[in-house]
C-alpha cells in the first residue's frame, strides 16, 4: 500500500510497466480479448436452454454434443482433413524451405511471392477461387467416405504449406551448410544428404510446421465454406449453420471442444519451439 | 547458397512437388477467377468469355464504390481503435521485466489462436438483446434503483427501468468484432517497433524536461513511425477482406466488400461480377502490401545510417 508507506522501490521515469495507468489498460485489453472466450465455456455448463443466465453447473450438453451425429462427423472431418493437410503440407513445405534455402535461381524472387501469396490474398478471394475450380473440373461430388473431403483437403494444403514453409526455412537459417558438403564429400547420395544430415536438423521445424498445419486446417472457416459440399460439412461450417439458427448451449459445448484442440496443439507447438531456442542457445 | 545447376536433379525434384501443388491448386484457380472477371454471364450456368470491362463497369456503379468506401473507412475505423488501444499495450509490455514479457506477449497472441468463428460467436453472447453487457446494465440500473428506495427516489423515479441497448447488428457491432479479432495484429508489430528503439532518447528527452506526453509524441511516434505503418497495413489488410465478422455481427447495411463477393457467388450466381469484385479487392491488398514494403525498405535503409 504506496498511500500508507514509502515505497521501498520508487517508480522509474522509464518503469512504465508499473505506472497505473498502463497497467489498467492492460487489464482491460486482456479482459476485452479473454472475457468473451471464457463467459461462452462457462455457459457450456450452464443448465439452461436459453443460455441466458447462470442456472447451475451441468455436462448435459457435452453429452448431447457427443451423441449428435451430425457434429461428430463433422468433427471427424475435420480432424481428418486436418491429418491429411497436415502430412502433406510439412513434406511440401519442407521442400520449399530446402529449395529456397539452399539454391539461388534465376527468378527467385518471383517464385517466393508466389509462395507467399496464398498467405497474403483475402482469404474470401481464395475461396471463391477453389469453388469456382471444383466446380469448373467438374470434381465429382457422392464420394464415399474419406474420398469426398479431397476437395477441401487439397484446398487447405493449398493455404497450409506456404506457412509450414516459413517456420521451417527459419529453422534451417541456424544450419551449418559446411555439414552438408562435408557429407558430399565423404560420398553421399543427395538424397542421403538430405535424410541423414538435414532433416534431423529441420526436425523441430518439421513439428512446428506440422502443427501450424493442423491448427490452421482445423481452424479454417472460410475457405472451407466455399469448398464444402452438402455432405461434406467440417466442424467450423457445423458450428456455423448452429449459431446462424440459435445461440445454444450445445454450440458453446462444440466451441469448448474446439478450442480445447487447438490449445493443445499450440502449447505443444510452442513447448517444442522454447525447448528448441533453449537448446539452441546453450549449444552456442 | 549454390546455383541450381551444381545439382539440377535434386534442385527439379525437391522443387517440382510444391510448385505443382501451387501452380495447380493455387495459380490456377486464381488465373480462372481473372478470366471470369472479363467474362458475360449469358445464361443460368454459362459463362463466355468475351475479353470485356462491363464487370470492372459495374463495379463503379455507386452502390459498390459505396460498399468499397464502407469497407475502407470500417476497416481505417477498426485500424485506428487498434493503434490507441495497442499502443499502450505494447510499451506496457516493452518495458516489463523479460519473464513478464513473455506472458504478456503470450496471452496477447493466445486469442489469436482460437477460432476466429468462435471468437465471433462469443461476441454475439455478449452484445445481443439478452447479452452480457445488456443483462450487466440492467442489473446495475435494478439495484440502482432499490438503492435509491432508500431516500424515496425508487420505482424508478429517477433511473430506469432499464431498456436494452441494440448492441448487435449494426456497425458498430461490426467494428467492435473487428477490433476484438485484429488487435493482436497490431500489438505484435508495435511491440517489436519499440523493443528496437534506443532508450537513451527517451532518457534523455525525460532529463531535458519534457513531459511523458511530450516524449511520447515527439520522440517515440517519429521514431516507431516505420513500425506502426507496418501494424497499421497488417492490420487494415484482413479488416478489409473480413467475411465472417460483418456476416455475424453485422445488419443489413453492414456489408462488407467480402460479402457481397460472397453473395455473388453463392446468393445471386453471378461469378463474372463476383470475381471482378475479388481481384478488386486483391489489388487494393496489393497496393497495400507495396506500400508496407517500400516503408520497410525505407526503414532498413535509415538503420544502417
Redesign the interface.
Known amino acids: 500500500m504506496s498511500i500508507f508507506r514509502r515505497n521501498p522501490d520508487p517508480i522509474g ?5 508499473r505506472r497505473f ?3 489498467a ?2 487489464a482491460v ?2 479482459f ?6 471464457i ?2 465455456m462457462a ?1 457450456s455448463f450452464n443448465d439452461s436452454r ?4 447462470w442456472r447451475g453447473f451441468t455436462t448435459d450438453y457435452y453429452v448431447k454434443f457427443w451423441n449428435n451425429d451430425s457434429l461428430m462427423l463433422a468433427f471427424a472431418n475435420s480432424l481428418t482433413i486436418a491429418l491429411m493437410t497436415t502430412v502433406v503440407s510439412t ?3 519442407a ?2 524451405a ?2 529456397l ?5 534465376p527468378g527467385k524472387a518471383v ?1 517466393e511471392g ?2 507467399a ?2 498467405i ?14 471444383f466446380a ?1 473440373i467438374g470434381w465429382p461430388a457422392g464420394l464415399p467416405w474419406p474420398i469426398n473431403l479431397g476437395s477441401i483437403t ?2 487447405h ?3 497450409a ?2 506457412f509450414a ?1 516459413i517456420v521451417i526455412r527459419a529453422r534451417l537459417e541456424s544450419f551449418n551448410r559446411e555439414l552438408s558438403e562435408c557429407a558430399r564429400d565423404l560420398g553421399a547420395s ?2 542421403r544428404v ?1 535424410r541423414d544430415v538435414v532433416v534431423p536438423h529441420m526436425k523441430p521445424g518439421l513439428i512446428a510446421g506440422a502443427l501450424l498445419a493442423f ?1 490452421l486446417s482445423l ?1 479454417d ?2 475457405i472451407t465454406f ?1 469448398t464444402a459440399g452438402p455432405d461434406t460439412v467440417t466442424f ?1 461450417v457445423k ?2 449453420s448452429m ?2 439458427f440459435s ?1 445454444t448451449p450445445e ?1 458453446n459445448a462444440a ?1 469448448t471442444v ?2 480445447l484442440v ?2 493443445v496443439v ?1 502449447a505443444v507447438a ?1 513447448w517444442v519451439q522454447n525447448r528448441n531456442n533453449m537448446i539452441g542457445k546453450s549449444a552456442h | 547458397m549454390e546455383n541450381w545447376k551444381s545439382s539440377a536433379r535434386a534442385f527439379w525434384v525437391s522443387m517440382a512437388p510444391p510448385t505443382f501443388w501451387l501452380v495447380a491448386f493455387f495459380i490456377i484457380p486464381l488465373s480462372l477467377i481473372w478470366l471470369y472477371s472479363f467474362s458475360s454471364k449469358t445464361g443460368i450456368v454459362e459463362i463466355t468469355l468475351d475479353w470485356n470491362l462491363r464487370q470492372y463497369a459495374r463495379a463503379l456503379e455507386p452502390v459498390y464504390l459505396g460498399i468499397f468506401w464502407k469497407s475502407i473507412w470500417m476497416a481505417a475505423a477498426t485500424t485506428a481503435i487498434c493503434v490507441v488501444v495497442a499502443f499502450p499495450v505494447a510499451i506496457a509490455i516493452v518495458f516489463s521485466k523479460p519473464t513478464m514479457r513473455m506472458w504478456l506477449l503470450l496471452l496477447v497472441i493466445l486469442p489469436f489462436w482460437t477460432n476466429l468463428l468462435i471468437r465471433t460467436y462469443a461476441l454475439i453472447a455478449v452484445l445481443r438483446t439478452n447479452g452480457f453487457i445488456n443483462n450487466g446494465l440492467d442489473w446495475l440500473v435494478t439495484h440502482a434503483d432499490w438503492l435509491l428506495s432508500f431516500v424515496g427516489l425508487g420505482d424508478n423515479m429517477l433511473i430506469g427501468p432499464y431498456r436494452p441497448m441494440a448492441l448487435l447488428y449494426n456497425n458498430t457491432a461490426v467494428i467492435f468484432g473487428l477490433v476484438y479479432v485484429h488487435l493482436p495484429f497490431m500489438v505484435l508489430p508495435l511491440y517489436a517497433a519499440l523493443d528496437r528503439l534506443d532508450r537513451s532518447y527517451l532518457e534523455a528527452s525525460l532529463d531535458l524536461g519534457a513531459g511523458h506526453f511530450r516524449t511520447f509524441f515527439l520522440i517515440v511516434v517519429p521514431l516507431a513511425l516505420p513500425g506502426i505503418a507496418s501494424g497499421v497495413i497488417i492490420t487494415f489488410i484482413p479488416a478489409m477482406g473480413s467475411y465472417l465478422t460483418p456476416d455475424l455481427l453485422g445488419g443489413t447495411d453492414s456489408y462488407m466488400i467480402a460479402n457481397v463477393i460472397a453473395s455473388q457467388f453463392k446468393q445471386a450466381n453471378n461469378w463474372p461480377f463476383g470475381a471482378a469484385l475479388s481481384f478488386l479487392l486483391m489489388y487494393a491488398t496489393f497496393f497495400a502490401l507495396a506500400i508496407r514494403a517500400v516503408l520497410m525498405r525505407k526503414e532498413g535503409r535509415g538503420d544502417r545510417r
Open positions: 521515469p522509464l518503469d512504465y510497466a495507468w498502463l497497467r489498460i492492460v485489453t486482456l476485452f480479448l479473454y472475457a468473451p472466450i463467459g461462452l455457459f436459453r443460455n441466458v443466465v513434406i511440401l513445405g521442400l520449399t530446402y529449395v534455402w539452399r539454391y539461388r535461381f517464385y508466389g509462395m501469396l496464398p497474403v490474398i483475402p482469404e474470401i478471394c481464395m475461396g471463391v477461387a477453389m469453388m469456382v475450380f469448373r487439397i484446398a494444403i493449398a493455404f504449406f506456404p514453409a543427395e538424397y538430405f491448427t481452424d472457416f472460410v466455399f467450423p458450428i456455423y449459431v446462424r445461440v454450440v466451441s474446439l478450442i487447438t490449445l499450440t510452442l
